[in-house]
């Protein structure tokens, strides 16, 4: 295999193997600009989605048309309106976008349809349907402007569309409304995306942008967001963020509507949208209606996930060797933490209630999540349950990490403060560090 080792393609591929299984017969909106198709960056993009749909996913694409409106306008010499960011849609204009939007359906539709041999769409048997599932209104007068035939999603046909989906069609979606009357209107992309997320209660609304996702005011990437980050976001910067203005609402009025996860991902980075869903970390922004984190007591289902996480650090002897069977037994005396549906740290309790003492043990924390206050969170579990059993002190036994411990109260202390039974079974091989903590 070139450019990548057999073990790391292995690790990546079983790693991948859960969101596999769990997108399977989900429903996932794709939005995108009409740059993705003007920059020839729509081929790509299909052998992504043809994948997706391999795997079982529902897709509905819906795609914009500004560049093609644009274009269509300046060849016909007609002068381009907007109100804030929204056009003004007058005759002229809605006839471009007519014309636009029907090309390049069209166009989406012959490159959804290849199946060439030795590419990525070979064998695809990819249907497209498309049709009149939205139903709009006219936005009226905003602040002062007649915004004439631009108009607003009144309503999706959602029942129309789920009977396209379970046919086992991929849906496209046009940024066009028709009104009851018969008028036509010309929608944003972002208003269709958003409606339509909301009436097919999506898995995901994946939105393709110009940017890796939303800054945070430090200047970095926020990888996730709750919908309570989001809204603070909007409300306290200073100088709004174009990006942040564009994206945010839409995401925030979708998982309020009962769409799982947005996701706002670089259409600029190849394969982006597969190394967004089927890798832990992603490459954009999330953003979901609570946050992903939960600390809670462990079950015997997560007995699998704490040994993937625990076993590692066993090999390297930072922690000491637990079996399954062990493991089983004690898991009453663990927590664990969850993210997004992955165990990603986990920590044990054992209590010695005739000295009123208790050992924190198996503290283990992901990598991808150390210096993110994951172990602190797990430490103060301990610590609050170490209290509601009346216990005044904890101690650790530790090879590796007695710095983190020391900075979070522990103090270095000699092997006779161990109760009894615990310090009769010290491993003087492993030379482990005691320390201890007051439980005020």
């Known amino acids: 295999m070139s450019g990548i080792s057999t073990s790391a393609f292995v690790h990546w591929f079983r790693s991948a193997a859960p969101y596999i299984h769990g997108f399977r017969g989900r429903t996932f909106i794709v939005a995108f600009g009409g740059e993705v198709v003007e920059d020839g960056k729509f081929v790509e993009l299909t052998h992504d989605l043809n994948l997706l749909a391999s795997v079982g996913v529902k897709l509905v694409l819906v795609h914009g048309a500004r560049p093609q409106i644009e274009r ?28 636009a939007s029907g090309r390049l359906r069209v166009e989406i539709e012959a490159l959804l349809s290849m ?17 009149n599932f939205v139903v709009a209104r006219p936005r009226g007068i905003v602040d002062g402007v007649d915004m004439l035939y631009t108009g607003e999603v009144r309503k999706i046909e959602a029942d129309a569309i789920r009977r396209r989906l379970d046919d086992n069609e ?95 991902v670089d259409r600029k980075l190849d394969g982006s949208l597969l190394l967004e869903l089927f890798t832990h970390e992603g490459v954009g922004s999330m953003i979901s209606q609570d946050s992903l984190e939960m600390l809670r007591q462990a079950t015997i289902e997560d007995v699998g996930g704490i040994l993937q996480l625990i076993e590692p650090l066993e090999a390297n002897g930072t922690l000491a060797k637990r079996s399954r069977e062990l493991l089983e037994i004690e898991i009453d005396r663990f927590i664990v ?11 044990a309790l054992y209590p010695c209630f005739e000295e009123n003492a208790g050992e924190l043990a198996c503290l283990a924390v992901h990598p991808l999540f150390q210096n993110a206050g994951s172990g602190e969170m797990l430490l103060q ?25 020391i900075e979070h109260g522990f103090e270095s202390v000699s092997l006779s403060v161990l109760p009894a039974p615990k310090a009769a079974m010290y491993n003087y091989q492993r030379n482990s560090r005691v320390l201890q903590k007051t439980l005020s």
């Open 72 to 99: 269509e306008l300046d060849l016909r010499g007609i002068e381009q309106r907007y109100a804030g960011a929204v056009r003004v849609t007058d005759e002229d204009a809605l006839g471009c976008a007519k014309q």
């Open 115 to 131: 199946g060439l041999p030795n590419s990525p769409m070979a064998g695809s048997e990819i249907r497209v349907a498309s049709g």
């Open 170 to 264: 991929l849906v496209l979606i046009s940024p066009l409304g028709y009104s009851p009357t018969g008028e036509i209107f010309n929608l944003t992309l972002e208003d269709v995306a958003a409606e339509c997320a909301v009436a097919l209660q999506a898995e995901k609304l994946i939105v393709l942008t110009d940017e890796s996702g939303v800054a945070g005011r430090n200047g970095k990437l926020m990888r996730e967001l709750t919908v309570s980050d989001a809204q603070s976001l909007l409300e306290s910067t200073d100088k709004a963020d174009p990006f942040a203005v564009q994206h945010l609402p839409v995401a925030i009025k979708a998982c309020r509507g009962g769409v799982k996860r947005v996701h706002l």
């Open 337 to 347: 933490l969850e993210h997004d549906k992955l165990i990603v740290g986990c920590a």
């Open 381 to 405: 579990e301990v610590e609050r349950r170490g209290r509601e059993l009346k216990l005044n002190r904890l101690f650790v036994l530790t090879t590796a990490a007695s710095h983190w411990f």
